[in-house]
């Protein structure tokens, strides 16, 4: 296997969130899909691990720094992957009442900058609902999927960087 250095593994990851997100933005602009709560959710959480691994990849660090910035964005795809399992949960159980998120709005706006992401994360798209598919897999799967990827890659990484990474060339 040809180690990279971390500098490059950081930028693809940033990279291929970034691509994640684009895709997303264009489902709801272009194709007209509405996200739902649980949507919004995960682009936060895209959106974290992608600052992690762009601030990551701008300071370039070494196998020692590299294992903190991985535990980072392990962080932010565990999180982002606990987010898309509960949303395919709810696509598989449906609930009643279309009411995914729970009472987080309404949560939210109790915090001084509270109704300020509270509108900037509101949605009124039905989580339970699967409006688009690729390959038979929803865009919770899809996310899922990618979250469950970032996570592996990213907790490989920590525990083991030199298995990673390749050794600074002195020449």
Known sequence: MTRLPPRLWF??????????????????????????????LQRVAFFALGLVLLIAALHGPRAAGARIYASAAALAALTGAGLAARHVWLQYNPPKFASCAGDIYSQLERLPLGRVIANALHATGDCAKVDWSLLG???A????????????????????????FAAPDHG
Do not use: D, H, N, T
Not at 18 to 36: I, N, R, S, T
């Open 137 to 139: 897999l929803s865009i």
């Open 11 to 40: 930028i693809g990851g940033m990279l291929s969130c970034a691509g994640l997100l684009a895709f997303a933005y264009y489902l709801q602009y272009v194709v007209g899909l509405e996200p739902c709560p649980l949507c919004m």
């Open 141 to 164: 799967e899809w996310s899922l999927v990618w979250f469950a990827l970032f996570a592996a890659v990213s907790l490989a990484m920590a525990l083991r960087p030199q298995a990673f």
